[in-house]
């Protein structure tokens, strides 16, 4: 079964930094597109970033310059690195891989979430 484990959320002050990890396993992750999103309460999940297999990347206007999104093919784990954090950037930030088969087949995988606070 294919699990994706986040880690490194946490409370941290405005305008400090965090850096989330997101390990991989039991699935080709170098062929993978990887992506965080995040969903604040009473919002709806929202893309932050995303990295493609061939290590492309995009940012969501409101992280552009604050956050970076990289990948690790050799450790199986995508990153996303947060500084100048915002309270707007309260929330549970999950981990997602995808691919789309040459056939047309989709795969769509989560991770559980790891809460960021940004508080004083």
């Known amino acids: 079964q294919v699990q994706l484990v986040e880690s490194g959320g946490g409370l941290v002050q405005p305008g400090g930094s965090l850096r989330l990890s997101c390990a991989a396993s039991r699935i080709i992750f170098s062929i993978y597109d990887m992506g965080w999103y995040r969903q604040a309460p009473g919002k709806q999940r929202e893309l932050v970033a995303i990295?493609?297999?061939?290590?492309?990347?995009n940012y969501a206007d409101s992280v552009k310059g604050r956050f970076t999104i990289s990948r690790d093919n050799a450790k199986s784990t995508v990153y996303l690195q947060m500084k100048s954090l915002k309270p707007e950037d309260t929330a549970v930030y999950f981990c997602?891989?995808?691919?789309?088969?040459?056939?047309?087949?989709?795969?769509?995988?989560w991770g559980q979430g790891t809460q960021v606070t940004v508080s004083s």
């Open positions: 997602h891989a995808t691919r789309t088969t040459t056939w047309g087949q989709r795969d769509d995988y």
């Open positions: 990295i493609t297999s061939r290590t492309n990347t």
